[in-house]
Structures are given as C-alpha cells and as structure tokens.
C-alpha cells in the first residue's frame, strides 16, 4: 500500500498537466460551440434583471423574454448598420485626405532634415549601395550569361459552369457564419432565460447536492452579483461610447457614432481598451485637419473621460470590488484572445470576473479564487510564519504592522503571532524545523510583538487623553507570576501577554521553562504570589499545565490560577474540566480572553492584599502597645 500510495502521489502532477492538456484542446477545437455558449451565458446575466423587473410589473415570463431579446437584438442591429454605413463612407473617402497627409509628411520631413534620422537613412542607404554592387563584373556578367532563357507560361482554366458553388460559398461563408452564430446566440439567450431556475437546479445537482442550503445561496448570491458586475459595466461602458461621440461630434472629427461605439466595446479590455480606442480617431484627426489642435483637443477628450470614469463612476456603480487582480485580469486577457482571437479579447474580462466570483461562492470551483482574485492567497498567520521560515524579518514585520492598521494589537497576537508559535511547535516536534532556526523565530517573534506594542502605545498617546476619576485609595500594584508548562514556546507567549499588561497595575514575571514545577511551588510561596498565569500553547502542553495546576493548588490555596489554552480549536469543554479538575480557576483560549480576566481579578486581588496589610499593621500595632 505505501508503494501503491508513492506511485499515485509521484503521477499526480502529470496528471493535472494532461487534464490540463485535455481542457486546452476543448476549448480550441470546441470554440465555435463554446464562444456562442459564452456569448449567450453573459448576456442572460446581463438580461436577466430587466426581464426580472418586467415580470413584476405583471408581465409574465414568455413575452418578458421575448420583449427584452427582441429589444436586444434591435438594439444592436440599429448600431450595426450605423457602424457599418459609416465605416463604408470612411473608406470612401480617405482619398479626399492625402493632400493633408502629403503637407503633414512634409512638415515632419523638414523638421527631422539635417537630424539624428536623416543621418541614420544616409547610412543605410549608402551600406545598402555597397552590399548591391557586385565585386567581381567579369564574374557577374559570366553569371548572367549562364542564366536560362525565360519561358512563357500560360495558365489556362476549366471551363465552369454558370453556378460555381465553390466561388459561392467563399464569398457568402464568411457572412453566414457570424450569422449562424449570432442566431445561436439567440436561441441560448432565450432559452437560458425561459429556462434558468431549471439550469440553476441542474447545476445545484451537480456541484452540491450534500450541502444543499448552503450551495443555493451561494449560487444566488454569485448570479447576482455576476448580473449586477455586468449591467454596471454595460452602462458603463455605454456612457464612456455615448461620451466620446459626443466629444468627437463638438471637436469636428467625422464619423463619431463609429468611433463612440468603438470605445465602448475596446473599453471591456481593461486598462488598454480605451487608448486603443483613440488610436483611430485620433489618426483621422491628425490626417483631416493641417494643424494639430484638434489631435490634441482628441487626446485630452479621452484622457479627461477615462479619469472621470475610473475615479468616479467605476467606485459609485460598483460598490463592491468584483474581486479580480491586476495581473490576473491582464493574464486572463492574453489567454483568452490567444484562443479565441478578437472575441475572445472582448470576453475575456467579464469571463475572469465570472469564473472569479465564483470561485469565491461555488466549493467545486474554489481554485479560481485562489488564482485569479485579488485576496491574499495566504492568510496573514500563514505569510508570517512563512516569513518567519524565510528569515525575513522585514517583511514578516510589515505583514504585520499592515494587520495593525485594521485590528487591535491582542487580535494581532491571537490572529498572527500565536498560530505562527503553534506552527513552529508543530514543525519542531516533526522535524521540519530545527532548535536554532526556532530560537531564531523565536527571538523575532518577540521583536514583532515589542515593535507592535510601541506603534501602538504611540497611536494611543497621540490622541486626546480622557480625563480619569481619580481613585480616593489607589490599590497596590499586583505580582503576576507567568509559568510556562514545557518550553521557551510558551515563555515566548507569555512574553506577549506581558506586553499586553499594563505595568502600572500588575508586574508581570515570566519564569524560565528550565524550572521544575517544585522550584516554582516555592518561588509561589515565598514572594506570596496572589495570581499565576500557566501558558500551555498546543499542540501537546495539557499534561504539564494539569501537573503544574496540581502542585500549586496543593500548596498555595488562596492563589488563583489562570491556564491558558492560545490556539485551541477544539475540544475546548474537555480542556477546561480537566484543568479545573486539577486546580485551575479559570481556563482561557484567548489572549484577548486572558487579559479580560486578568484585568478583572486586579482589583478583587488588591483589594484583598490591601486587607492583608491593614490585618498586618494592626497585628503589629497590638504587639507593640502589649510590650
């Protein structure tokens, strides 16, 4: 079985690269099939709420749908033919323009004359001179002697007949496919949005039939999320296209629906989409006018409405970041024009915003989350602790200084720095790690947790102070004896419930691990220590902290005992009977948790030793006036 099991893990890769191989190859060979299916699946989310919206106001379902696609398909008939009667009449007449171009040729010729680039044209011309002229003339015209004639040829076609299907379906194929296809896109669209409950279960079959509640809603919440990312793109989009025809139209550049329509759709490829888009127009500009104010006037239009749209319509529209990366986003686009050539470019981004989100709702599909969203892939414990097995000091702190900004320094340490000490327990016992690169870890994970503790001491004392009642008594301040159960992973923990302390109030003594639980008994008795704190990290630790627990309470009654269980996931119930059961008063798993109780045992104990003392004095009072 061990060999069995080797064997299995040792194919695993070449495994995942052959699936790998097998989804590539589908999605080539099957785009004619999977770029409608696309196609279709997107714009049944962006239809889908104005259908929805429609069958509340009374209208049922059938006519909704046919409605919106019938709308739909107008819609983008009516913006074809204007596009393409325009395109047509650009064609027509470029002619009209060469003499600009001519005069605009010349003018830079004439500025660059006598410069860097007239220089380098002379020198290429004169190498290229020299290469061609033959270095032998008596050899080259031999050469050409030796040549043979040259011979007619003719070539003469078949006779065909008045109907040549071949010439036929080359020139009405590449019309009728994108027809076809268009028509198909249509019958999806339809079809999806008829019949989108019954896919909706059909998937819900699929991917989470054993967690049926809680796939549902995620399957809700993913389309309509996906539905509302795309409308808002949708006009988004649309506004930026309507914009610059706009802007085109007031600064005179002809043909501004074409060039408005041309920006709206480049505008779905992030960050390039709309600098593509006035390329174009930008080149007619320069080829139709003799100055070059209006290029300029065309460049500052895009430019103004691109900052316009990404600085405040993106932000109010979207509300919520759809949850893709920059560099996967720029990726994303790379591979799907790379397989699906110009549509493909179009889809790319709202295909990555769907596999995204997703990922993020779907459990099947969770490895799109992972790779294309813009979440941390590791969790902030995990970064650090890698850090920390990296010997990065530097990057471990800014990993987390940057958790300071959102957290409170004791949800750092519960968060961040006490898993790392679990990991680097876990590691050690199963020799990952060694002793020196975990005293090394160690050592900075004190350094992190001080740093942390003065930013935040510095954030606190930088805001206006409250003013604080003053007590008429104030309470001695209270000994607090911190025992770690087995190692200097535990000391190094109670080394942050230290920092945690204020030391105004109680003086915090952190024990070394090299003592016995005897040594500490009597270290316990004889400074008369009110409150032991017991830092027993897991994994491992509850046998030690039991012992110490017992020890104490057989010879210190009146002492109160607090145990510490950081990280414990489960199973916290058991944990606190067995401490309690060998002597503990309170059993916390929280830092947060043990300073609460600390804090709140601080006035119970000071007001006892404050008693203590008063019973103290007058004994000593009395043995004075009896002698």
């Known amino acids: 079985m061990p060999a069995q099991h080797d064997r299995l893990y040792f194919l695993r ?33 962006l239809l889908a709420p104005v259908v929805t919206s429609l069958q509340r106001r009374g209208l049922p379902r059938g006519p909704a749908v046919l409605a919106v696609v019938l709308a739909a398909c107008g819609l983008f008939v009516v913006i074809g033919w204007v596009v393409a009667s325009q395109a047509t009449a650009l064609v027509d007449s470029l002619p009209n323009y060469e003499d600009n171009l001519d005069e605009k040729i010349a003018t830079l010729r004439d500025m660059s004359q006598g410069g860097f680039v007239d220089k380098i044209q002379a020198a290429t011309d004169r190498i290229r001179r020299e290469m061609s002229e033959p270095a032998d003339p008596v050899s080259a015209a031999a050469l050409e002697a030796l040549k043979p004639d040259p011979q007619l040829v003719q070539i003469v076609h078949e006779e065909e007949g008045p109907f040549n299907l071949a010439q036929l379906w080359t020139l009405a194929g590449p019309l009728l496919e994108p027809l076809a296809m268009a028509g198909v896109v249509v019958v999806l669209v339809m079809f999806l949005l008829l019949r ?54 007031v600064i005179g550049v002809p043909y501004a629906l074409m060039w408005g329509f041309l920006a709206a759709v480049l505008r779905y490829i992030p960050y390039l989409g709309p600098w593509l888009a006035a390329l174009l127009p930008l080149a007619l500009s320069i080829l139709i006018t003799r100055g070059w104010l209006t290029p300029l006037a065309v460049v500052g239009l895009f430019l103004a409405l691109e900052t316009t749209t990404n600085m405040f319509l993106e932000p109010w529209l979207y509300g919520r970041n759809v949850g893709v990366s920059d560099a996967a986003s720029i990726i994303a686009i790379a591979f799907w024009t790379w397989l699906w050539g110009p549509i493909g470019l179009v889809l790319a981004f709202p295909l990555t915003v769907c596999l995204a989100v997703l990922g993020r709702y779907v459990p099947a599909l969770k490895f799109f989350d992972t790779l294309l969203g813009d ?8 970064g650090f602790y890698q850090r920390l097995l990296a010997n990065d000091q530097d990057e471990a702190s800014e990993i987390a200084e940057e958790r300071l900004k959102q957290s409170s320094l004791e949800a750092i340490y519960d968060d961040v720095l006490v898993p790392a000490l679990s990991y680097g327990r876990s590691d050690l016992e199963g020799d990952l790690v060694d002793d020196d690169q975990q005293r090394k ?16 001491r510095a954030a606190v004392s930088a805001e206006p102070a409250e003013p604080r009642p003053t007590a008429e008594s104030p309470l001695p301040r209270v000994s607090l004896l911190a025992c770690p159960a087995r190692d200097e992973v535990d000391e190094t923990a109670l080394h942050l419930l230290a920092v945690l302390i204020d030391p105004e109030k109680c003086e915090v003594q952190v024990t070394p691990p090299s003592l016995l639980t005897t040594e500490v008994a009597a270290l316990v008795e004889q400074q008369q220590i009110k409150l032991v704190c017991i830092g027993a990290l897991p994994p491992g630790g509850l046998a030690h902290a039991r012992l110490l627990c017992k020890r104490l309470r057989a010879c210190c009654q009146d002492v109160k005992i607090i145990v510490t269980r950081w990280g414990l996931k489960s199973p916290l119930d058991k944990n606190r009977d067995q401490l309690q059961s060998a002597g503990a008063d309170y059993v916390t798993f929280s830092m947060a948790e043990t300073r609460k109780q600390v804090l709140a045992l ?26």
């Open 602 to 627: 601080l006035p119970l104990i000071g007001d006892q030793m404050q008693q203590d003392d008063g019973r103290r004095e007058a004994t000593v009072e009395r043995v004075k006036q009896s002698a």
């Open 196 to 249: 989108r409950e019954d896919m909706r279960d059909r998937l819900i079959s699929l991917l989470g039939r054993g967690r049926l509640t809680l796939t549902t809603k995620a399957l809700d919440e993913a389309g309509h999320r996906i539905s509302r990312y795309l409308l808002m793109q949708w006009i988004i989009n649309s506004s930026f296209g309507v914009a610059v025809a706009a802007g085109l139209f």
């Open 375 to 382: 979440r941390p892939a590791l969790e902030p414990h995990v």
């Open 441 to 456: 870890m160690l050592r900075v994970i004190r350094e992190v947790a001080d740093e942390l503790a003065e930013q935040s």
């Open 13 to 45: 890769p070449f495994v995942l690269l052959a699936s790998l191989g097998i989804v590539l190859c589908l999605l080539y060979f099957a785009r004619a099939v999977l770029i409608p299916l696309a196609l279709a699946v997107l714009l049944t989310f």
